[in-house]
């Protein structure tokens, strides 16, 4: 079984609805991160967490919100998702000063 | 702040050719560095890395050298191989406060060609 894992792989939304992006990891790591990728710029921090109790803003935080129900799970969210939002998102774990390790991505195209 | 700079693509290559795919960075402090490759329809793995000035990380045949001198750290492989094509990362990792935080390129498409 993969050790970090997205749900759902792929989505569709419409302008205004509000989506989550779902991650969890069996690495027993307590930092988190969720990135965007959008082509030709690389991968964007969006949020961070260190801990359950500690949620962190990233470089492109506006429009999104999160969520970090345990330390496994880590959640994003969209609450009025527009089209400029359309991208590959990422979650990833790392324990302190270690490698992060990425999930499979998320294919996010808003209509 | 820190950032990294790497060769824009995309790199079109033949079987067996040498690759070289250059990547500079600016950091404060003493950052550790990484390239990471994303294989079409996949996430980012860690390909290789190097924590401190001489290092040289090696995986799978890539090797990148840590060259604190030139700030750069340019990934190669002697002989590459049509399953290489995928998209290369490079990123660097402060050592400092941010240390928890990746700073990437903006990535690298490598195509090999039988």
């Known amino acids: 079984d993969a050790d970090v894992t997205q749900t759902p792989r792929n989505r569709i939304t419409k302008t205004g609805k509000r989506i989550m992006l779902e991650c969890s990891q069996t690495?027993?790591?307590?930092?988190m991160y969720w990135y965007r990728q959008d082509p030709g710029l690389g991968l964007r921090l969006i949020y961070y967490?260190?801990?359950?109790?500690?949620?962190n803003k990233g470089e492109i935080s506006d429009g999104y919100s999160v969520s970090r129900q345990a330390q496994a799970k880590f959640s994003l969210s969209l609450e009025s998702a527009i089209p400029n939002q359309t991208a590959l998102y990422f979650c990833?774990?790392?324990?302190?000063?270690?490698?992060?390790?990425f999930g499979p991505g998320t294919r996010l195209l808003v209509l | 702040g820190d950032s990294v700079t790497q060769m824009e693509g995309p790199v079109t290559l033949s079987e067996e050719a040498f690759l070289t795919i250059n990547c500079t960075y600016t950091?404060?402090?003493?950052?550790?560095l990484f390239w990471y490759v994303q294989y079409p329809g996949e996430g980012l793995q860690l390909l290789l890395k190097?924590?401190?000035?001489?290092d040289k990380g090696s995986n799978k045949g890539f090797e990148a050298t840590y060259r604190k001198e030139t700030t750069s750290f340019h990934l190669e492989k002697g002989s590459v191989q049509v399953s290489d094509s995928a998209v290369y990362f490079c990123?660097?990792?402060?050592?400092?406060?941010?240390?928890?935080?990746?700073?990437f390129g903006k990535g690298t498409l490598l195509t090999v060609n039988p």
């Open positions: 990833a774990t790392s324990a302190p000063t270690e490698t992060q390790y």
């Open positions: 990123a660097l990792r402060n050592s400092g406060g941010s240390n928890y935080k990746l700073t």
């Open positions: 967490s260190f801990d359950v109790k500690d949620i």
């Open positions: 950091a404060t402090g003493y950052p550790s």
């Open positions: 690495k027993g790591h307590d930092r």
């Open positions: 190097a924590t401190k000035a001489d």
